[in-house]
Each structure stands twice: as structure tokens, then as C-alpha cells.
T-cell receptor, first 116, second 113 residues
Framework: AQSVAQPEDQVNVAEGNPLTVKCTYSVSGNPYLFWYVQYPNRGLQFLLKYITGDNLVKGSYGFEAEFNKSQTSFHLKKPSALVSDSALYFC??????????????FGQGTTLQVKP | DTEVTQTPKHLVMGMTNKKSLKCEQHMGHRAMYWYKQKAKKPPELMFVYSYEKLSINESVPSRFSPECPNSSLLNLHLHALQPEDSALYLCASQIGGSPNEQFFGPGTRLTVL
């Protein structure tokens, strides 16, 4: 069965420190990988995606993610956390299929708490 | 215009009411989605429309009825809902092709009394 795991319900980090939010997946083939962020009472905002090529993907707001095929992981990183980064983060994968409506499979989400 | 709009922002309804949620996008996206999200949980896919045709129904109860009148507009008609249907309902759109990201609206917070 296809699945996405975010092993930490919550990550706490001090402002200015680097942050990592972990994601591993179990999906056949070479899926497309996404990170979204959700602020309270808002919809999801797209941060970045991996399609192919360089394993380090850069996205919005200074976030980046590292794709590791052998470990089937796609961890989200930022070199220096801001208090305003505090939010709920979702990793998602989609199978590499021709359909234009391929389903996103979401992880359970990780709450990031950045303390001043 | 690079956003998905949803109305209303909040909706309170009784179990016998009929109401509708509306979603609009003007990005030319031909795939549109309805999701249901409970607090601090991932979105759960409900329906997918592709080129104004329903392509995926995730076994959603018939008290939820989607409609796609044109390529920019997506509705979700609600009737005889249950209190457990209270949730944030998110609409999303996507340009064609599975590598592409979905753009989400801000959601409608639904409370069923």
C-alpha cells in the first residue's frame, strides 16, 4: 500500500537554528514529491516539489528539501528558522502517471514550533 | 490572478438544511478538487473534476453533491448533513499533469448542529 510517513508530530526549534522536518514514503516507482505548509485556519500553501534532477530542491520562504532515493526520504530543511515559520507541514507524494488528476497521498503532518 | 477563492468562509447549518459551498479559480486549471480536513489532520480527498467531468469520487456519502458548471467554478451542495461532517472544506485546482502542484483555497469552515 502506498503511504507517506512523517515520524514527528511536532518539531521544536529555536529561532535562528536550522530545522528539519522528516518525510519518508512507500510508493511504487519514482513518485513526485511535494511539501505544503498550512497556517491556522488557512488552506495549504505549496512550498516545493521534486520531479527529477538535482536531489536538493529549493522552494519558497528559504525552504529546501533533500531527496534521497535509497532511503525513500524527502526531508524539509531550512538553515535558519523564523518564528513565522511556525505552522503545520505536510509531505505529499503522487505516482508518476499520465493522468492529470493523480491523487496526492499526504503524510499525517508535522507541527513546527519555532521559539524566540 | 493566481488564487483559488472559496465562499463562504464560515457556514453553520442544521441537519435538515440545504446549503452550497463555492470555489472559483481563474488560472485556467482544468483539474479541480474537493477535500475535507479535520483539525490537525491531512486533507482527505472527496472529489476530482477533470475538464468539468467528475473523474474521482472517493466513496463520499450522497449528502455531498459536487457540481462543476464551468471550467472556473466548482460547487459542493450539502443536504442532511451530520454533526461529524463539521470540518474545513478545501478546494484546490491544478494545471494538467501529475508533476504539477495543487493550489488550495482558504477553505470553508463548516459547522453542522
Amino acid at each position: 500500500a502506498q503511504s507517506v510517513a512523517q515520524p514527528e508530530d511536532q518539531v521544536n526549534v529555536a529561532e535562528g537554528n536550522p530545522l528539519t522536518v522528516k518525510c519518508t514514503y512507500s510508493v511504487s516507482g519514482n513518485p513526485y514529491l511535494f511539501w505544503y505548509v498550512q497556517y491556522p485556519n488557512r488552506g495549504l500553501q505549496f512550498l516545493l516539489k521534486y520531479i527529477t534532477g538535482d536531489n536538493l530542491v529549493k522552494g519558497s520562504y528559504g525552504f529546501e528539501a533533500e531527496f534521497n532515493k535509497s532511503q525513500t526520504s524527502f526531508h524539509l530543511k531550512k538553515p535558519s528558522a523564523l518564528v513565522s515559520d511556525s505552522a503545520l507541514y505536510f509531505c505529499a507524494v503522487r505516482e508518476r502517471v499520465p493522468s492529470n488528476t493523480g491523487k496526492l497521498i499526504f503524510g499525517q503532518g508535522t507541527t513546527l514550533q519555532v521559539k524566540p | 490572478d493566481t488564487e483559488v477563492t472559496q465562499t463562504p468562509k464560515h457556514l453553520v447549518m442544521g441537519m435538515t438544511n440545504k446549503k452550497s459551498l463555492k470555489c472559483e479559480q481563474h488560472m485556467g486549471h482544468r483539474a479541480m478538487y474537493w477535500y475535507k480536513q479535520k483539525a490537525k489532520k491531512p486533507p482527505e480527498l472527496m472529489f476530482v473534476y477533470s475538464y468539468e467531468k467528475l473523474s474521482i469520487n472517493e466513496s463520499v456519502p450522497s449528502r455531498f453533491s459536487p457540481e462543476c458548471p464551468n471550467s472556473s467554478l466548482l460547487n459542493l451542495h450539502l443536504h442532511a448533513l451530520q454533526p461529524e461532517d463539521s470540518a474545513l472544506y478545501l478546494c484546490a485546482s491544478q494545471i494538467g499533469g501529475s508533476p504539477n502542484e495543487q493550489f488550495f483555497g482558504p477553505g470553508t469552515r463548516l459547522t453542522v448542529l
